[in-house]
């Protein structure tokens, strides 16, 4: 495959980052089944939250779990969080994901797919991390990785967002090969309907009847690496499963959600947000992430409810109890119930608190 450069990508810099966290950076070796030998890393601020939520983060291609641990926000907000962030790092020659050949595009199928997945449930099982609060990203050929594990292990995950990626099993190789370039799609030149493209979703992971994870998808419109045509095509996709008409988003929201962008929203699971004149290196959104992934209120999976936090310094072990219920009222679109909630469980008028799932009702 290509490889996208670290300067291709130009992610935000973090100057002095490992002077400023709480921790440092450890690898996890025997962590599970890994047929392709991809490399675990994990970042465990000093201050973990009791159950604590994992964000799994995947880099660029030409990209390390060092380099991405250095060039994104989300150990930073662990820190603040209390939540672990899991680095893997892609065992492939160039340092893409292999996002083409049938063993990583199939459930449990052999392939960098199936490695990233055992570190959620050694994570699970290991840190006592909080099973329903387990949420994934990535940047270039890591977003391509998030939609296909999306896909492939959507039971794992709560929630996603993707930067300049493509849909899932856009790359798929004809020949089965691994990490393979796909020029068509690379370049926007394949286009399926919504059905097309929740079929492909579906069959790599055939036995799966529950529900998928909400994702968020960002692109610019001057992407010379993977076109801007791809934005379309990975909404179509998710549209498909999630049963959202890709062409009439429920809202549109300009300079949202910041100058030059345009956050369109199909239903309470899928975003699209469109960066005008942004190439392929869409900066990270870390305090949108939150939202989206709910450590703060306004987004689709739920604030942390429940459950303290935990601190250890020099030996000295002290507890905060879970905070309770603001009251109050909650805005449109804003959360208003779902499992483990304290917010406010009463709409603004005319607004309606709409249940989406077991974890989440927003106002509409």
């Known amino acids: 495959m290509a490889c996208f450069t670290l300067a291709s990508i130009a992610l935000f810099l973090y100057a002095g980052i490992a002077a400023a966290l709480t921790s440092s950076l450890q690898q996890v070796t025997n962590f599970g089944t890994n047929p392709t030998n991809v490399k675990m890393f994990v970042y465990k601020p000093t201050t973990v939250k009791t159950k604590p939520a994992v964000i799994v983060a995947l880099h660029y291609c030409g990209g390390t779990a060092q380099a991405y641990f250095g060039g994104s926000p989300y150990a930073q907000l662990a820190d603040t969080y209390g939540f672990i962030v899991i680095y893997p790092s892609s065992p492939i020659s160039g340092s893409c994901w292999d996002v083409s050949s049938k063993q990583t595009l199939s459930h449990n199928g052999g392939g960098d797919s199936n490695g990233i997945a055992s570190m959620v449930t050694y994570a699970i099982s290991s840190y006592g991390a909080d099973a329903s609060r387990i949420f994934v990203t990535g940047s270039s050929s890591g977003a ?30 004809s020949s089965g090969a691994v990490d393979a370039w796909n020029s068509s799609c690379a370049l926007g030149q394949v286009s399926e309907s919504s059905a097309q493209w929740a079929s492909t979703v579906r069959a790599m992971y055939p036995s799966y009847t529950g529900a998928y994870p909400p994702i968020q998808e960002y692109h ?67 305090d949108e992430d939150m939202k989206w992934f709910g450590f703060v209120e306004g987004g689709a999976a739920p604030p942390p409810g429940g459950g303290s936090t935990t601190t250890t310094t020099a030996g000295t072990t002290t507890s905060t109890a879970p905070p309770t219920s603001t009251g109050g009222t909650a805005a449109h679109w804003a ?30």
């Not at 391509?144 to 856009?170: H, I, K």
């Not at 947000?273 to 990270?284: D, F, K, L, Y």
């Open 220 to 286: 610019g419109t001057a992407d010379t690496t993977l076109y801007f045509n791809n934005l379309g095509e990975e909404i179509k996709e998710w549209a498909g499963i999630f049963g959202y008409n890709a062409a009439a988003p429920t809202q549109v929201l300009s300079n949202t959600p910041l100058s030059g962008y345009t956050k369109s929203i199909y239903g309470p699971n899928l975003q699209g947000i469109v960066g005008q004149g942004v190439g392929h290196s869409v900066p990270i959104m870390g």
């Open 335 to 364: 959360q208003c119930g779902g499992m483990g909630w304290t917010g406010p469980t009463v709409c603004a008028s005319p607004f309606t608190c709409t249940v989406s799932n077991d974890f989440y009702s927003q106002c509409l």
């Open 144 to 173: 391509m990785m998030t939609n296909v594990m999306c896909a492939t292990y959507p039971e794992l995950f709560r929630a996603a967002s993707v930067y300049s990626g493509v849909a899932a099993g856009c790359f798929v190789s």
